[in-house]
């Protein structure tokens, strides 16, 4: 199989990080980017993209890790560079803070995010509901930007990318050899996972730009995440709800919320209200499988279900994806060999 | 009771206030006025990024160490207050670097989270070896001095833009006390050889990515000589340039390039930032700031000047316990002419 026609479904983060990864991985292939939304219109552009881990009930700790650390390093490395503020990378430090002591208090990513350690006494002080908290400096990956820059890169390897609704994989398998399926919320129906559902986040995106720091309540409801030229304030965690139509009783509760953290917020101006919806799973579905259809075979690689973790894996998880249609390459290329003989 | 403030910097406007504060009550006859010839945005406290934090060694000089903390403490104090954004006062966190370790400075416990650089934080700037994590305050002269200047208004005190060419000026049309907040222009008051200006050059940029300050120090050179990078609400400043003696306030062709080249160094994103400005100003330097009453004799009178000037680069950090100690020898003054039972406020 001289050049490998390799489909990623979906443009969110995932499917342009993914392709992306893919081109680098198997630079013999030739890619396409299908999607029915581009930036500024994926669930990813509402995310605030920070790099704080969700953790996956049922993916083993020493892989999020892995995957955090793979992802963690390669935005490390961008925001670094000269490259940094077109790819809309960059540290961001501040605080979670917790009601009550966490019964762990070192999560997982602790020696992964840059100087972690707990909040001292004179710290906590500014959150009196508060009486535990950490300390750390983190990374941000700013959408769209981020999304864009994605993209730029991946035309510069020559990958096409087509606004196109996928209703169903096979409609792929006559012009691709290989289909990655990154399309997050929208797996529940193109390929029936019922193990995927929806949280619906709605957030703020606020001027507010002298609010350099992130605070975060450790509930994971309620945070404030600078960004370049907007902070995201959040937010809702609604399981099973598929509404994208911003409430204005959740608005006014966000906002008050995060004025209680942060009161100075009571300035902030020109409030955007946005509603995404976390493709959610138990663990991320990152795995091959043969598709197959009257005697006709598509192999198909999924990576979806990255839920509130999407950014704080993305990397790590593109790789694992980027191997996997190697892999899918290789079985492709033996089979042929073998019809050869 | 007329007492006449000389400048309008973050010095002259916060000792007023102070006064004002702790007097107007128990002094009915209480008149504040302030007198300069440059007014917000035209003050060297404008041009000031307003990053709270003194310089690294505070050379024994503990009363200073004191000041600085009583202004860090009270503007922690307004940070959840409505006020906070009116002001320009925020947290922001960041990174002083060293090419050799250092010890800690006078100021470690002052500010919040202080800690030392992880190797891992190293990585982000090659060429230092060492450094400091932190989180401080901003205070931004450009937002804070109108506030100040409100607060004075709504107190009725008067503003008059003229420069004042002597003490006797005042005296002779009736001040009682004046008191002297004139910064780098002390020296045409009343001639003061320690006073001189430590000149500085600033570029502001457009890079909202940016949410650090960095502070690097190149021991040899001296404070402010290597670059910094400071994040405003607005615009981040780059600077890095402190040339002792130097009276210029034009811009140098060679001090833009110095900053504009090492600040890229140290963040090579920044060659993409736009830039909206330039600036120049005169720290007002002296060995120690000069905080302190003289009696003058004009004739049979007494009168009464506080001296409160030579801040350098940290009039901004060390501004309210500087206008507490000044309102604390106005009240000596008070208490002598027998204005006043005791001076108001803690004792210390």
């Known amino acids: 199989m001289a050049s490998p026609k390799v489909a990623v479904v979906g443009a969110g983060v995932i499917g342009l990080s993914t392709a992306l990864c893919i081109t680098e991985t198997c630079p013999s292939c030739s890619v396409t980017v299908l999607s029915d939304q581009f930036s500024p219109?994926?669930?990813?552009?509402?995310?605030?993209?920070?790099?704080?881990?969700?953790?996956?009930?049922?993916?083993?700790?020493?892989?999020?890790?892995?995957?955090?650390?793979?992802?963690?390093?390669?935005?490390?490395?961008?925001?670094?560079s000269a490259k940094a503020s077109e790819a809309g990378i960059h540290l961001v430090s501040g605080w979670q803070v917790f009601k009550s002591t966490p019964k762990e208090e070192l999560p997982f990513w602790s020696d992964i995010v840059l100087g972690f350690r707990p909040m001292s006494e004179a710290e906590l002080q500014k959150f009196p509901q508060h009486r535990f908290g950490q300390a750390f400096t983190t990374l941000k990956c700013d959408c769209p930007p981020y999304l864009l820059w994605l993209e730029k890169r991946l035309k510069a390897t020559g990958t096409q990318m087509y606004t196109r609704k996928v209703a169903d994989l096979w409609e792929l398998h006559s012009e691709y050899d290989i289909v990655v399926n990154c399309t997050g919320t929208g797996a529940q129906q193109l390929v029936g996972d019922k193990q995927l559902f929806p949280v619906r986040g709605q957030v703020l995106k606020v001027h507010a730009p002298w609010v350099k720091q992130f605070i975060r309540d450790?509930?994971?409801?309620?945070?404030?995440?600078?960004?370049?030229?907007?902070?995201?304030?959040?937010?809702?965690?609604?399981?099973?709800?598929?509404?994208?139509?911003?409430?204005?009783?959740?608005?006014?509760?966000?906002?008050d919320r995060c004025c209680t953290l942060e009161p100075s917020l009571q300035g902030a101006q020109d409030i955007e209200v946005k509603v995404g919806l976390r493709p959610s799973r138990q663990c991320v579905r990152l795995q091959r499988e043969v598709l197959s259809q009257g005697g006709v075979k598509l192999p198909v690689v999924h990576n979806y279900g990255h839920g509130a973790g999407g950014f704080s894996v993305h990397r790590g998880t593109a790789k694992e994806a980027a191997h996997l249609v190697k892999e899918c390459i290789s079985a492709l290329q033996g089979s042929s060999s073998r019809a050869k003989l | 009771m007329r007492v006449a403030v000389i400048g309008a910097g973050v010095v002259g406007l916060s000792s007023a206030l102070c006064i004002h504060e702790q007097f107007h009550s128990l002094v009915p006859s209480l008149e504040l006025e302030v007198y300069a010839d440059h007014f917000t945005p035209h003050t060297t406290s404008d041009g000031a990024a307003g990053l709270w934090q003194p310089y690294l060694s505070d050379h024994g000089n503990l009363q200073e160490t004191l000041w600085n903390k009583e202004t860090f403490d009270y503007l922690l104090g307004h940070l959840h207050s409505p006020a906070a954004k009116e002001m320009g006062l925020f947290l922001i966190s960041g990174y002083n670097l060293f090419t050799e370790p250092v010890p800690d400075p006078s100021w470690k416990n002052i500010v919040l989270g202080f800690r030392n650089l992880t190797p891992k934080e190293l990585e982000l700037f090659p060429g230092y070896s060492y450094g400091w994590f932190n989180t401080a305050l901003m205070l931004e002269g450009r937002s804070?001095?109108?506030?100040?200047?409100?607060?004075?208004?709504?107190?009725?005190?008067?503003?008059?833009?003229?420069?004042?060419?002597?003490?006797?000026?005042?005296?002779?049309?009736?001040?009682?006390?004046?008191?002297?907040?004139?910064?780098?222009?002390?020296?045409?008051?009343?001639?003061?050889?320690?006073?001189?200006?430590?000149?500085?050059?600033?570029?502001?940029?457009?890079?909202?990515?940016?949410?650090?300050?960095?502070?690097?120090?190149?021991?040899?050179?001296?404070?402010?000589?290597?670059?910094y990078v400071i994040p405003g609400s607005e615009f981040t400043v780059l600077g890095g340039i402190y040339q002792h003696g130097n009276w210029s306030e034009e811009n140098s062709a060679k001090d833009h390039k110095s900053i504009w080249d090492s600040c890229c160094q140290l963040l090579p994103a920044l060659q993409k930032a736009k830039i909206v400005g330039e600036w120049s100003?005169?720290?007002?330097?002296?060995?120690?700031?000069?905080?302190?009453?003289?009696?003058?004799?004009?004739?049979?009178?007494?009168?009464?000047?506080?001296?409160?000037?030579?801040?350098?680069?940290?009039?901004?950090?060390?501004?309210?316990?500087?206008?507490?100690?000044?309102?604390?020898?106005?009240?000596?003054?008070?208490?002598?002419?027998?204005?006043?039972?005791?001076?108001?406020?803690?004792?210390?």
């Open chain 1, 41 to 80: 219109n994926t669930t990813s552009d509402v995310a605030a993209g920070m790099l704080i881990p969700h953790t996956y009930p049922d993916t083993p700790i020493h892989q999020q890790k892995q995957w955090f650390k793979e992802t963690f390093t390669y935005l490390f490395a961008i925001s670094n």
């Open chain 1, 218 to 255: 450790g509930d994971g409801l309620t945070y404030i995440y600078p960004g370049i030229h907007r902070v995201t304030l959040g937010g809702t965690r609604e399981k099973g709800s598929w509404s994208l139509s911003p409430d204005a009783g959740t608005t006014r509760d966000i906002f």
């Open chain 2, 144 to 227: 804070y001095l109108p506030w100040l200047t409100n607060r004075l208004t709504q107190r009725g005190v008067k503003f008059f833009h003229k420069k004042v060419e002597s003490f006797q000026e005042l005296f002779s049309q009736g001040v009682d006390v004046v008191l002297n907040c004139s910064g780098m222009r002390s020296g045409d008051l009343q001639p003061d050889p320690e006073l001189q200006p430590g000149r500085g050059q600033i570029i502001k940029v457009l890079a909202p990515w940016v949410k650090h300050f960095i502070i690097t120090h190149n021991l040899k050179s001296g404070i402010y000589n290597s670059p």
């Open chain 2, 281 to 348: 100003g005169l720290r007002p330097a002296r060995p120690s700031v000069r905080l302190e009453r003289e009696s003058i004799r004009l004739g049979n009178l007494q009168a009464e000047v506080i001296h409160n000037y030579g801040h350098g680069g940290f009039g901004i950090t060390i501004h309210w316990g500087c206008a507490m100690a000044a309102a604390r020898l106005f009240g000596s003054i008070l208490q002598e002419k027998k204005q006043l039972g005791t001076p108001p406020g803690p004792r210390l």
